[in-house]
């Protein structure tokens, strides 16, 4: 089994700052990629931010300049660095990784984190 846990959500204020973070755990033979999604009340989860095994990196357009994307590959872990926070940024943040599971395999499995929350309001 493959775990991700997320962390780092919360308020802030607009034009403030967070950092969230995933780590995955488990059964992982080699990550291919790892993104953030979000998802706010009444719409469709869309993608944030992706980096693949090989550093690099894709954002979407409403968050470029103020969202950055990174990896520890040693803790198996990703972060997202939100700078300049708007309302409009305010959602769920969820984290998903495809899992190569063994050696063998040319295949990846999705795996998703639980959710954390993210309130921009003054």
């Known amino acids: 089994q493959v775990q991700l846990v997320e962390s780092g959500g919360g308020l802030v204020q607009p034009g403030g700052s967070l950092r969230l973070s995933c780590a995955a755990s488990?059964?992982?033979?080699?990550?291919?990629?790892m993104a953030w999604y979000r998802q706010a009340p009444g719409k469709q989860r869309d993608l944030v931010a992706a980096i693949t095994s090989g550093g690099s990196t894709n954002y979407a357009d409403s968050v470029k300049g103020r969202f950055t994307i990174s990896r520890d590959s040693a803790k198996n872990t990703v972060h997202l660095q939100m700078n300049s926070l708007k309302p409009e940024d305010t959602a769920v943040y969820y984290c998903?990784?495809?899992?190569?599971?063994?050696?063998?395999?040319?295949?990846?499995?999705?795996?998703w984190g639980q959710g954390t929350q993210v309130t921009v309001s003054s």
């Open positions: 998903n990784a495809a899992v190569r599971l063994f050696s063998g395999s040319r295949s990846v499995n999705n795996y």
């Open positions: 488990g059964s992982i033979f080699s990550i291919s990629s």
